[in-house]
């Protein structure tokens, strides 16, 4: 370890390894602070990486018992080994947090382990014992479990997206308190393994801030899966006993309380910046009334010389735009140009049919007044889906009435988390909807439901 570096980052979540592997490149000396033993952050120990690692395994346990007869291949019978998934699952997170382990020694990063806190410029103090002395410092701290007034997790019976993770049995009932990515994603894989579910939500939708149809269409899909759904409803208090939880559950817009009782109550209504135990507040850098670090367009605070990204700071709370503002900060602070495109930021949720978003929704053009095309193409009449049963969803693109240029692509359907890429290559360039429509789309691929929707902007779909 040394005492002089150019750059100090404290978080190694996906913006900060990213940032300090970056750095590095650049002819940093860098090193990147961190309370955890093991490297990758949230994301990669107990969040986006063991999730999608569950989900694949409870989509094939599920493909198995329910799916596989139809293809002709005949199982006696189908059991399931928790144990098992959950260890493949830690293997998986091990494998990839060595992997940043690795990173960092390849391009000579310094990984401290300890607890940080910002004693002023040029100063970040670990564990409250050591200094280590900076020019610059990058906070990539991420983002906390959003706690949810009376109802208080212990991780066993009412749990957060980290001890929903770990369940030693599959609850017969499940509570996902929350309806956006996370619930939507957890409740999924213990439906899969026989949980009954239950999602209960606040607005009288799931996905909040999604294409409104799509997330409509969504909905079905999932309860056709044997997801059931409260919308419209609060949850007011829990009480534990041994066995169970009993939820409170009211209309949101008022009304009369109702008793809802699970095994086990998922809590994911959100995140919030973590920032706890910085000393911000201390140096005098700058915060919003919900905790997000105010920053410029080049990543600093109102303090000269401290930086940050990612959930820390306001935008969507993704791994893939902490990575971005990694680089891009880094880039900046080393006379590069350094840019996010915040218009082109992807999201999707890993559930089966996979949801894929990028760019505005219908509801966000309607109320921005800007004039519209739609294409929309359904996965029931691409033959790819059609050869591998998989029919359910479609693919919407969204385009300037008069200049064709492509304002949002949304799908639902099998790989589109995937899919959605070659829409967010598109949009950077600016491209139109003729662009999408005129390129070569393989024959036979999913991809063909988007340049099929794309000629759908101007009625020229030719499969439907």
Not at 55 to 75: C, M, N, R
Not at 117 to 142: S, W, Y
Not at 253 to 262: F, N
Not at 349 to 378: C, D, H, N, R, S
Request: glycine residues 12%; neutral net charge; charged residues 25%.
């Amino acid at each position: 370890m040394s005492d002089g570096y150019d750059l100090v980052i404290i978080g190694a979540g996906p913006g900060g390894y990213v940032a300090a592997i970056r750095a590095a490149q650049l002819g940093m000396k860098v090193a990147c602070v961190d309370k955890r033993a093991s490297l990758g952050g949230t994301c990669l120990n107990v969040g986006c990486i063991p999730s999608k690692a569950m989900l694949q395994s409870s989509h094939l346990y599920a493909e198995a018992a329910h799916d596989f007869a139809s293809h002709g291949i005949k199982v006696a019978k189908v059991a399931l080994d928790l144990k098992t998934m959950q260890a493949r699952k830690e293997k998986v997170v091990e494998d990839l947090t060595k992997g940043v382990a690795f990173l960092f020694k390849k391009n000579k990063v310094d990984a401290v382990h300890g607890a940080a806190r910002i004693k002023g410029p040029g100063e970040v103090e670990i564990d409250g014992k050591d200094v280590l002395k900076t020019q610059r410092i990058l906070v990539a701290t991420g983002s906390d479990v959003m706690p949810l007034p009376g109802v208080e997790i212990d991780e066993k019976q009412i749990v957060s997206s980290t001890g929903a993770l770990d369940l030693a049995k599959v609850p017969k009932r499940m509570v996902v308190v929350g309806a956006g990515y996370i619930g939507l994603e957890m409740g999924s894989v213990w439906s899969r393994l026989g949980a009954e579910v239950t999602v209960i939500e606040f607005l009288d939708r799931i996905l909040p801030g999604m294409d409104g149809e799509i997330a409509k269409q969504f909905q079905r899909i999932l309860g056709r899966q044997g997801l059931t759904f409260k919308l419209g409803s609060k949850v007011t208090a829990a009480a534990r006993n041994k066995t169970s939880v009993k939820l409170t559950v009211e209309p949101a817009k008022g009304g009369e309380a109702e008793t809802v009782t699970a095994d086990v109550v998922l809590v994911a209504i959100g995140r919030r910046p973590y920032t706890e135990g910085l000393g911000l507040e201390a140096v005098g850098v700058k915060v919003d009334n919900r905790g997000f670090i105010m920053v410029d367009e080049r990543f600093e605070t109102n303090v000269k010389g401290i930086f940050a990204i990612g959930d820390a700071v306001p935008g969507p709370m993704l791994a893939h735009k902490a990575e971005e503002e990694g680089v891009a900060a880094v880039e900046l602070m080393a006379g590069q140009a350094g840019h996010v495109n915040y218009g082109t930021v992807p999201g999707i949720v890993y559930t089966w049919p996979e949801v894929a978003t990028v760019g505005q929704t219908e509801e966000q053009l309607k109320e921005a007044g800007v004039a519209y095309k739609v294409g929309k193409f359904p996965f029931s009449a691409n033959s790819r889906a059609r050869c591998n049963q998989e029919t359910d969803g479609l693919v919407k693109v969204l385009a300037d009435a008069k200049t064709d240029q492509v304002l949002g692509v949304h799908i639902i359907g099998p790989e589109a988390g995937d899919m959605i890429h070659e829409a967010v290559v598109l949009m950077e360039f600016r491209g139109s909807a003729e662009d999408l429509a005129r390129s070569f789309h393989g024959h036979p691929t999913f991809n063909e439901a988007v340049k099929e929707a794309a000629l759908g902007v101007d009625g020229r779909s030719i499969h439907i």
